[in-house]
């Protein structure tokens, strides 16, 4: 089953194989406030990430970090967090001089600190509401989705942003590439898995013939990136890339991240027209990455209150899920999390 559809033609999320975040959704009112920038918030927080694992060396190095931006996240509202493995990968942690068992123990632990963290923030919820003698009020019990990154990202120069994986690369190369992290990270414990920054149709072929292949026990969403609002960053058809991800039955969402937000509101159109699961968006703030000095260059985006006022139109064309990407922080998702308590807008009936 997919979704089921309103007589006004709104998507309606329903019940399996959605499971979970169907549930989530439905609680919420028909929009859920995902996370933000994980790496931005670490760097925030004084780590040095100039590194080929990028975020994912505080996995070796600074774990309670991790542990602590977890949880600025989900008291800004987040009621889906992503684990600190986008650019996780067993060949990056063998790179480092790792044994396979060992980069298979960090993806694990990956997984084990985002749920240890979204467990603890519930009960300490829980225990809150309970004193108080009040009802649950807004709160979800969060999700955890294992982040996936592109093989763009493993390369670590940027070519996540281009999709130009060279002319010899094939879909078996990128699913040999993909299988061992993605293997490991659907069974460490998460409610989902999310495949991100896609930059090509490729790619997407290769992950959904691995969900498929691999028979993945929990499901996923697939999440593209864009920087002309029409196709994907290879220049593949971004119509064509969901039409893909909208016959995998292993894909419970499709959508967008780390786009500037000026092109969201029209590929969330596009993405309405090629499927009816439910819209993932979390573009990043706006500002461009340049891969010769692996920094984003400031003041070419936009701020937090200019980021947010997109927020009631990405939900009225479609979006279930709304968060941030690159340089955006839990300030950003707090004031996305508000506007969407502020205007609820019902999406979705079971």
Known sequence: MGLAVHKNSEPVIASEPFGRLNE???QAGGCVAIDGGFATQLERHGADINDSLWSALCLITMPELIRKVHREYLEAGARIISTASYQA???GFQSKGFSKEEGETFLCRSVEIACQERDLFWEEHQQQV????VGPGKVQRALVAASIGSYGA???DGSEYSGDYGPNMTIEKLKDFHRGRLLVLANAGADLLALETIPCKLETQALIELLTDEDVPIPAWISFNSKDGTNVVKGDSFDECVGLADKCKKIVAVGINCTPPRFIHDLICTV?????????VYPNSGEQYD???????ESTGVSDTDFVSYVSEWRDAGAQLIGGCCRTTPTT???????????PHLHTTM
């Open 333 to 343: 998702i707090q004031a996305i999390s508000n506007a969407l308590h502020e205007n």
């Open 24 to 26: 989530l959704v439905k």
């Open 154 to 156: 493993y390369l670590a």
């Open 89 to 91: 990968t067993i060949q």
């Open 130 to 133: 309970q004193g108080q003698n």
């Open 272 to 280: 309405r027209k090629a499927t009816l699961k439910p819209i993932v």
């Open 291 to 297: 891969p010769s000095i692996k920094q984003w260059v």
